[in-house]
Every structure is written in structure tokens, then in C-alpha cells.
């Protein structure tokens, strides 16, 4: 398709890509050096990565790191999780919460991978294509985007981009995704925007932003090296207000 066959809103569409993935790049390289060098290194292998995300979904990460070193402290196997009752392992993880849903769910998991493979590790995904690797962690229970970009990414070094709660607010209000783009949708959009060999240090700067910098309730506009370029600054930073953007002011008072 030649650009005079396209419509004004695809041309729209183009511009506004090229925009963000110019923005991507320019928020990697200003905020690498505030909170890198950033260094891929894997925390667990695979299937403890798994088990562990789960366990940290509608939890903190500590509470989820308690559940999990009680959980291996009880069941030093993956297959004995399996032939532990479910009462039982519930009891193990109840610091992470959701114990009663987050228990059976790591027991189908274990199951269904003994099942279709014969073994509990999930090392073979790394030699998958990124899209089926992503395709067998999605068919599990309870398993979505965000659960297997982190195994992918973190475990496996794949370039699969997952976007947690501080990601999709920060790619929000800079305008690295629209204000109405779905976190699922997020993780596709996100991941393209760079290449693969950054989707592991753009995970990590974003949300260590989010978490320092650009908080939920009170972002700290003043201090952020992205504000010049983020289209939510002036909702957020009252200073920010430039003399052309401020209401006529008549009789001294503001109207
Ligand atoms: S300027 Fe404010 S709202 Fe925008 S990214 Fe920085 S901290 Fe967040």
C-alpha cells in the first residue's frame, strides 16, 4: 500500500507508532543511567518461576516470597505438590493469600505438565519460537500475559515483554500506549516497541520508575527525567502550567 492509499487515521496511526517507538528508545536512554546497569540474570529456573508468579498474583512480592520458600520448605519436590492434598498445600502458601484459588491452580499446572511432557521443567520452551513458547504457557490455568512474559523473559532470557501494574500506568500517562489500550494488549504493543535484545532493560527501568518516580497517587513530576516528553505532566505537576496555557484573567480573578 502506497502512503496516498492510506486514510487520514492510518496515517494518524503510523505517526503516532513512529512517535512512541522514538519515545521508547529516548526513555531507555535517559533512564539507564539512573537505575542501571541492568543486567539479565536469571532469579529462579523456569517452573519455580512459574509457581512463583502465581504466587504473587493480587499479593506483594514478599508475601509471595514467604508463600514460596514455605511451600518448597514443606514440598521439597514439584511432585510432591502433586500428591499432597490440596488442604495441604494451601496451608503452605496462606501468607501469599488467595491460598484456596492459587492452590489447586499450582497443582492443575504441575499436573498438566506431568501429563504432556512426562517431566516437571519447563526448560524446552527455550527452544521453542517465542510465539509458540507463549501459546504453550497460555493454554495452562490461570496463566496470562504478564505471568508468561515474566517466565519467558526472566527465566529463559526470551523477548517477551510483561507489563505489571507500574508498567501499564507509567506507558499511560507518558504515552508509550493509548489511554483506552488494555493491559493484554499492552504487552503486544510494548514488545514491539523496542528490540529484543531490550525488552528485558526497558521491563526493569519502566517499572523502577513507576515505582520511584511516577507512583501511583502522587507521581513525582518534579523529579522525573521523562517529564518533558509525558502528555499527563500537567494533570499531575500544577507548577508545570505554562503563562500561554493559563485562563484569561480578568478583574484579577481567574475565570
Ligand atoms: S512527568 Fe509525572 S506523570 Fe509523567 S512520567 Fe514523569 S512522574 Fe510520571
Known amino acids: 500500500m502506497t502512503t496516498q492509499q492510506l486514510t487520514a487515521n492510518g496515517l494518524a496511526a503510523l ?3 513512529a512517535r512512541r517507538l522514538a519515545l521508547a528508545r529516548e526513555a531507555i536512554r535517559r533512564l539507564e543511567p539512573l537505575y542501571g546497569p541492568i543486567v539479565w540474570e536469571p532469579r529462579f529456573n523456569a517452573l519455580d518461576e512459574l509457581i512463583f508468579t502465581v504466587l504473587t498474583q493480587h499479593t506483594s512480592d514478599t508475601n509471595a516470597e514467604v508463600a514460596f520458600e514455605s511451600l518448597r520448605k514443606r514440598f521439597p519436590t514439584w511432585l510432591d505438590v502433586i500428591e499432597a492434598s490440596t488442604a495441604e ?7 501469599g493469600g488467595l491460598a484456596n484459588q492459587k492452590a489447586p491452580r499450582i497443582q492443575d499446572i504441575l499436573r498438566i505438565l506431568l501429563e504432556r511432557n512426562g517431566r516437571l521443567e519447563l526448560e524446552f520452551l527455550a527452544l521453542m519460537p517465542l510465539e509458540e513458547a507463549r501459546a504453550w504457557l497460555l493454554s495452562l490455568p490461570g496463566v496470562g500475559k504478564k505471568t508468561v512474559g515474566v517466565v519467558l523473559n526472566f527465566a529463559l532470557g526470551m523477548p517477551a515483554m510483561p507489563v505489571d501494574t507500574h508498567i501499564y500506568r507509567v506507558a499511560r500517562r507518558l504515552g508509550l500506549i493509548g489511554l483506552k489500550t488494555s493491559v493484554d494488549d499492552a504487552h503486544d504493543i510494548m514488545e ?3 528490540g529484543p535484545d531490550d525488552v528485558f532493560r526497558y521491563h526493569v527501568l519502566l517499572i523502577t520508575h513507576g515505582r520511584r518516580v511516577c507512583k501511583a497517587q502522587r507521581p513525582l513530576c518534579g523529579e522525573c527525567a521523562l517529564a518533558d516528553l509525558c502528555v499527563a505532566r500537567p494533570v499531575f505537576d500544577k507548577s508545570f502550567a505554562a503563562p500561554k496555557y493559563r485562563r484569561p484573567v480578568r478583574g484579577g480573578r481567574s475565570l
Not at 498445600?89 to 501468607?95: F, R
Open 15 to 17: 505517526r503516532g507508532s
Open 192 to 194: 514491539a516497541q523496542i
Open 89 to 95: 498445600v494451601a496451608e503452605a502458601i496462606k501468607h
